[in-house]
């Protein structure tokens, strides 16, 4: 047999168990399991001081795992063993060393890229278990694999040219390991717990289907999550309403109280949509990938960053969670279709923009994208409409899709330094009575200056009096309701909702500005600023810091570095409106460059979510020039050939018959 005939037989032989170990996990998928499942309970919650996304919550050996029911068994269906969290870590460490590293010759940039991400993995397993008491070491060190990264990507941006990366492996064993890497995905996809954020997105999704509006201000509690996430997941609750009778559905389903009623009777249908809406982002990941890797290398090495998306701990650990899952895959496509010629303009620029409704931090990327694009001809044109389009759909997803509420005493009022001048409760005949409040003007704000000044700025465009409630409501003597703003009243438990539904009803009449700045501001402080926020499990790198001394001084190093970042996104900006920078690779090292100092800055760091940075690691692996410095070094190096004479199987033509040869003859004196 020969060797591409075995090669072959083992691929097949692979696809084959994969379909086989398959079957029955998607069988268990349709059909419920039969023992009744344990009701899901809502873990301890805590105030936060408010950050627009989680972290990344791994699933392995914590204390806040949940039950057992709550993700799928797959110990009857032999698809892969159970493999604890080290066992996959030093399995994605092997893979990754086979695939990046070549000792021909070792001192590389390439070499160095592979041992930094092996390390990382390694980092990575050593975070996981009772984070409050890891190591110093280990937030110092992934710090500094995520600085490696923005020093790799000013390389790539100062560098003219980049030589061509070889494949390790033959295509044949590639596509195994893109089978395997496939096959352990979607084990540890189904194995992990339902997490909290696709709790909170289905719970906000139902609201979504119900009313068309998003949950900010309606769920309570539920409301902390980005727009995007709820959206995402509607369409997921939607599609799996499509196929059950009327009555039967997610979104027939009566909401009592302020737990989530969705798990008493409709847990299995809820981790349905959950693994369903989390294994279309990660198919869409690995999708971008695969473009990514196709216009900057080859068909092969698109399988290979397959293979080591599947593998990384920075991204498995991510797979479940959707908030964090979004912007990275819209990071990546944006990334795919500024790869791609006519509409990729147009498609990478909307895609990033939209981006920034599931992770703000994404807009720092789009001053750059818009600097390369604007050096690429007829992309400029396309560059333009996808950010003007992205701005429009943003501005207007907000005053359609949110539902303005009274600010919050806890929320937006006290980060503004801003205390309610009246009170307003519910009479024994239905009535609104509204007294002058006992508190302060002004009360200590819980932010520093400038985001005092946010807070109040967002405050003082929402100016709606309570004409509407003139007729039905007690105002105190020499008060006119006109005079009284809804966010000067803070209105008690029995009053809230006659409050609210005024509110709205005052807000319909006015013009969209107005409407968008007050439903901003209710998206806002429900997401920056929420009432209950589900208790941390990753501590981030900044309150780690912080958290051992020095408060202060670590929050001006943050704003530093945040200095810091807005710096680097001018001059890199500036650079690419230069001229001659404008090769792939030049993109690549620019979007880098500020992903990685992006991550450094963000509230958790560089100790979870890698899966943000991970599309532009692997595209800085396989980028090159088209017409880089290994042909010309293959010119040079090219071995000398003596010319040798030419040897043919044709016979040799028959010989002339010219006769005796003649005879020559010299005469002796």
């Known amino acids: 047999m020969t060797r591409s005939s075995t090669q072959a037989l083992i691929v097949w032989a692979t696809l084959a168990w994969c379909i086989a170990g398959a079957s029955p996990v998607i069988a268990q998928i349709s059909e419920p399991n039969e023992a009744p499942a344990a009701a899901i309970t809502v873990p301890d919650l805590r105030v936060s001081e408010g950050h627009p996304l989680p972290a990344a919550q791994p699933s392995t050996e914590s204390d806040l795992d949940a039950d057992p029911a709550d993700s799928l068994d797959l110990e009857k269906t ?40 092996a390390i990382t993995c390694a980092l990575l397993l050593s975070r996981h278990g009772e984070l409050d008491a890891a190591p110093p070491w280990v937030y110092v060190a992934l710090s500094l694999a995520a600085a490696y990264w923005l020093f790799r990507g000013l390389l790539m941006f100062a560098r003219r040219e980049i030589p061509k990366r070889q494949l390790n492996l033959t295509r ?45 201000g309606i769920v309570t509690g539920h409301d902390a999550r980005s727009p995007l996430s709820y959206i ?16 039967d559905r997610l979104r027939d389903t009566e909401p009592t109280g302020e737990t989530p009623w969705l798990f008493e009777q409709n847990e299995f249908v809820v981790r349905r949509v959950a693994l369903l809406v989390n294994g279309v982002l ?73 981006a920034g409704m599931a992770w703000p931090w994404a807009w720092c990327a789009v001053p750059v ?53 009246f009170v307003a409760q519910l009479a024994s005949d239905g009535g609104l009575v509204i007294e002058k409040s006992d508190g302060e003007e002004l009360m200590p704000s819980a932010s520093p200056a400038i985001k005092q000044r946010f807070w109040r700025a967002l405050l003082e465009f929402d100016n709606v009096t309570l004409d509407g409630l003139a007729g039905e409501s007690m105002l105190p003597n020499g008060d006119d309701a006109a005079g009284i703003l809804y966010r000067e ?129 692997l595209a800085t692996l396989i980028v090159h ?24 199987s044709d016979p040799a033509p028959p010989a002339l018959d010219l006769g005796p040869a003649p005879r020559i003859t010299v005469d002796k004196e």
């Not at 994208?369 to 207007?396: D, F, H, K, S, T």
């Open 78 to 117: 032999g698809l892969v063993p159970e493999m604890s969290a080290g066992v996959r870590t030093w399995l994605a460490i092997v893979i990754i060393l086979v695939l990046l590293l070549r000792l021909d010759p070792v001192l590389t940039l390439h070499n160095l890229d592979a041992l930094v991400l």
């Open 172 to 216: 044949s064993a590639t596509l195994v390991l893109v089978a395997a890497g496939l096959l352990i995905a979607f084990d540890g996809l189904l194995r992990a717990p339902l997490s909290e954020s696709s709790r909170d997105s289905i719970v906000g999704a139902v609201q979504v289907t119900r009313t068309g509006k998003l949950p900010y």
């Open 369 to 421: 994208l818009g600097a390369y694009l604007l050096r690429r001809g007829l992309q400029v044109l396309g560059m333009i409409i996808g950010l003007l389009g992205g701005a429009v759909a943003c501005v207007a997803g907000i005053i359609w899709l949110v539902a303005p509420d009274l600010p919050r005493v806890d929320g937006a009022m006290r980060h503004a330094g801003l205390a309610p001048a």
């Open 625 to 648: 020039t088209e017409d880089g410095q290994e042909v010309r070094q293959a010119a040079v190096e090219r071995p000398y050939h003596p010319a040798t004479p030419r040897v043919t």
């Open 282 to 354: 990660s198919l869409a990941l690995l999708g971008a990938l695969c473009i990514i890797g196709l216009r900057l290398h080859s068909p092969a090495m698109s399988g290979a960053l397959v293979v080591l998306a599947c593998v990384f701990p920075g991204a498995t650990e991510c797979f479940g969670e959707p908030e964090i899952m979004l912007p990275a895959v819209m990071l990546a496509w944006s990334v795919a279709f500024a790869l791609l010629g006519g509409l990729g303009g147009l498609l990478s620029m909307l895609t990033l923009v939209l």
């Open 489 to 617: 009243v803070v209105p008690e438990a029995d009053a809230q909702e006659r409050m609210v539904a005024g509110y709205r009803n005052a807000l319909a009449e006015m013009d969209d500005q107005t409407r968008f700045w007050a439903a901003t501001r209710t998206m806002l402080e429900a997401t920056w600023l929420p009432t209950r926020l589900l208790r941390e499990r990753v501590m981030g790198a900044w309150e780690f810091w912080s958290g051992r001394g020095g408060d202060d001084l670590w929050r001006n190093m943050r704003r530093g570095v945040k200095v810091g970042l807005a710096v680097l996104i001018v001059i890199v900006s500036l650079a690419l409106l230069g001229g001659g920078k404008r090769q792939p690779h030049h993109l690549v090292g620019a979007l880098l460059m500020i992903a990685s100092a992006t991550l450094l800055v963000s509230w958790y760091g560089a100790v979870t979510n890698w899966v943000w940075l991970l599309p532009l690691i």
């Open 232 to 247: 995402v997941h509607a369409g997921g609750v939607w599609l799996d309403d499509a196929g059950r009778p009327e009555g």
